[in-house]
Structure formats: structure tokens, C-alpha cells
């Protein structure tokens, strides 16, 4: 999970067991906690904006007020971004789910006996936010996901004991194309070298078995994003860790309902679908944009934020470096002389290598298959050719303000993926 976003969690309401819960579960995880206070309500408001996920406590005896404030979050127009799920000190009912799917939670924990499902989702949200950041919702867009399932949709099967690999097969034969193998090294290689959409993985007795390859498969750059539920034996949930829970987007027992098996990951599935229908989306209407700049040729700087956003994406998930090198020009170059320099940009790019003035007098190009090694060369190889013109290059612009006359270019490379 990217901690690097500062993440938190925003609890509203549950002053008793619920909040000591989730205190005592999210101490050692690298996010902030904070109960929200409404004796304070700016600074509530501020943590709910900022929020990467809010928990809307449940009272036990009536799910009213919770439900409520779920649904005013989830509304359009509150300028809430984040997830919000409610939560329960008892297991969450089939009367509950629905009520809170009508009110447009994200999602239903339950904490009693099951602190290892709990964590397990808790996890699976704030990366269902982090995802949501990196398509860029949040700018008023709006996506509508294809129905799930669908002939697209594949699911790899994770279970050592050949019954249980047969029955979760059958149990997820709803779900269509569905691969299943008992030898974990098959299972890491199949994940890294194909597309799922969804994987279960059995422990056998011990939901610890289950956690550490859904762990391992965590690893694995393609396996970012896609929903990992483990499974175990009835008591198995009991000798799991608490942290290693949060490598899983769920867990839950088997054998079990296959109805409640289905359920779960259909809602993991529509967040998936959701997201990627989003990226879509956002990839389309950036097609309908003008893509070059009239000046210099090169990409338009909304075209070029676009295009490093898919860049990033591609690249975590192959697991490759992506490099952008900078080329900034004195102050006060005038357009003839910056025409030259995009002209010289322009000659140098290379295959899926993209290039902009994202501002005055600064160019970034971006080189999305080359290791440190090539990316340090290609911006030194450009440097040099511009070195070799810019005396040319400043007569051009003899005119320029006094200061500027004889001042150098300077270029530099940074790792952005």
C-alpha cells in the first residue's frame, strides 16, 4: 500500500467498543486515526475532506442516524472524495448490507470475532482510494461501470487441497473464466505473466498461510490493485496476524455460503470495473483535447499531464522506472529562440517518448522505456546538441533584457513513476 499520501482514517461516531477497536487494530499501521469531535466541527469538517477513508459507526440499537449520514456523505455534491463504510461492533447483517448498499456505502465491517476481515477490508478501501487519486476522480468526473459479471471478467483460484480447489472452481462459475492451481509458484508466475480480475486464496487450516501469499502476490506490480480474498478453515481466522491481514482485500471462512463467497467479490469486482470504466473515461474526453502546442509542437501541457498520468500507471503496473528530464531556458528567451530548442526536442524523441513546455521556459520530456543508465545518456546526448547551438541560439535573441545575454540552459533528470 502507497503510504506516501499520508493517509487517514476518519471515524464518525461509535464512542465505545467500536472506537477502541479500531484504535487498538490501526496502532501500528501507518496511517492517522481520528474520531471525529463535533464540539470541534471546522476542524471535523477539515478531517473529513482530507480524509482517505471514513468509518460511520452503527448504534446497536438503531442503524438510522448512520445510515443517514452515510448517505449525505455520498452525495455528489458534499465534497467528500474518500470511501465510506460503516461500521458495527456486532457482524453486519443481510437487513444491513442492503440498507447500507441503498445508501451508498462502500462497504459493511463487522468487527466482532473477525478483526483479520476487518483489517483486510479497511486495507482494501484506502487502496481503493489511493487507485481513485491516481485516476483522477475528484475533479467532478463521473464513471458508470459495466455490469459484473461479464465474459470479461477472470479469476484465479489459489488452493493447495484438490477438493477445495474443485469447489471454489464451481462456486465461482458465475464469474465465468476462472484458472485455479494448487503449486504457488504457478500461481505467482500465472499472476505476473496474465490479467485477473479477482483472486481467492485458500490457507488450508491457518488464515496465516493465506495472508503470506496473498503477501507474496502483493509483490507482484501487476497485483497492485486486484482484489485478493483469503480464505481458511472455520477457527483458521483465529491465528492470523492482525497486520498481515492488510495484504488481503478480504477474508472469510471456507467451506462456507458460496452465496456470501459471490457477494464479496462482486463488490470488490465493481470497484475494480468502476475505476478502470473512470480511467477510460478520463483517457477519452483528454483524446478530445487539442494535443499539440502551437508554438513549439509539441504536446500541449493538459495532453502532456494526461499522458504522464498513463505513463505512471503503466509503468507501476510492469514494474518499470519512468524518467523525465528537464531542459530549462534563461529568463527573457525570446519565441524564436525556444522554437529552435523545440525543434531540437522534437528531433531527439524516441519511440513513446513525449515532450512539452509545461511552462515558460521549461520542457520536460518524458522516457517511459529507458532504465537510469539510457535516460541519463538520451538527456546528456540532448544537452550536447543543445550546447553546440545555444551561442547560435542567443544572438537570436540579441535583444533580450541585460542579464540574459550569455546566461546557460540548464537540464536535469528526475525518477517520477
Not at 95 to 119: F, T
Amino acid at each position: 500500500m502507497n503510504t506516501a499520501r499520508h493517509e487517514s482514517i476518519v471515524l464518525i461516531g461509535g464512542e465505545g467498543a467500536v472506537a477502541l477497536t479500531l484504535q487498538a487494530m490501526l496502532a501500528n499501521w501507518p496511517v492517522a486515526f481520528h474520531q471525529a469531535d463535533f464540539s470541534d466541527s471546522d476542524g471535523t469538517m477539515e478531517a473529513v475532506n482530507a480524509a482517505s477513508l471514513i468509518l460511520v459507526a452503527v448504534d446497536e440499537e438503531d442503524a438510522g442516524p448512520a445510515l443517514a449520514c452515510c448517505g449525505i456523505l455520498k452525495e455528489h455534491d458534499s465534497g467528500v472524495r474518500a470511501p465510506v463504510a460503516l461500521v458495527t461492533a456486532e457482524n453486519a447483517d443481510a437487513v444491513l448490507r442492503l440498507a447500507a448498499l441503498r445508501a451508498g456505502a462502500d462497504d459493511v465491517i463487522g468487527l466482532e470475532h473477525n478483526l483479520s476481515s476487518a483489517a483486510a477490508r479497511i486495507s482494501a478501501l484506502l487502496r481503493y482510494n489511493t487507485l481513485q487519486s491516481e485516476a483522477g476522480i475528484g475533479e467532478g468526473r463521473l464513471a458508470y461501470a459495466s455490469a459484473v459479471p461479464d465474459t470479461s471478467v477472470r479469476v484465479l483460484v489459489v488452493a493447495e487441497d484438490p477438493a477445495t480447489r474443485q469447489d471454489l472452481l464451481k462456486s465461482m462459475l458465475s464469474l465465468t473464466a476462472t484458472v485455479a492451481t494448487g503449486d504457488l509458484a504457478e500461481a505467482l508466475y500465472l499472476a505476473a505473466r496474465q490479467s485477473f480480475d479477482l483472486v481467492l486464496v485458500d490457507g488450508g487450516p491457518l488464515l496465516a498461510d493465506a495472508l503470506r501469499i496473498c503477501g507474496q502476490l502483493r509483490c507482484i506490480p501487476a497485483m497492485r490493485f486486484v482484489p485478493l480474498i483469503a480464505l481458511s478453515e472455520p477457527g483458521g481466522n483465529i491465528a492470523a496476524a492482525g497486520d498481515a491481514a492488510r495484504n488481503a482485500d478480504d477474508c472469510m471462512t471456507w467451506p462456507g455460503e458460496t452465496g456470501e463467497l459471490v457477494l464479496r467479490a462482486l463488490l470488490h469486482l465493481r470497484r475494480k470495473r468502476y475505476l478502470e470504466t473512470l480511467t477510460e473515461q478520463v483517457d477519452a474526453s483528454i483524446e478530445e483535447t487539442a494535443p499539440l502546442d502551437g508554438i513549439t509542437g509539441l504536446l500541449a501541457p493538459e495532453r502532456f499531464a494526461a499522458t504522464l498520468s498513463a505513463m505512471r500507471r503503466d509503468a507501476g503496473s510492469a514494474g518499470t522506472p519512468l524518467f523525465m528530464g528537464i531542459v530549462r531556458l534563461p529568463e527573457g528567451t525570446q519565441d524564436d529562440a525556444i522554437e529552435a530548442v523545440a525543434a531540437l526536442i522534437r528531433a531527439h524523441l524516441e519511440g513513446r517518448e513525449a515532450a512539452s513546455r509545461v511552462e515558460e521556459g521549461l520542457f520536460a520530456i518524458l522516457y517511459p522505456d529507458r532504465l537510469r543508465d539510457d535516460a541519463e545518456a538520451a538527456i546528456d546526448l540532448l544537452r550536447a546538441r543543445l550546447d553546440a547551438r545555444w551561442s547560435n541560439l542567443q544572438r537570436l535573441h540579441a535583444d533580450a533584457e541585460e542579464g540574459t545575454q550569455g546566461a546557460d540552459l540548464r537540464t536535469a533528470l528526475m525518477d517520477v513513476s
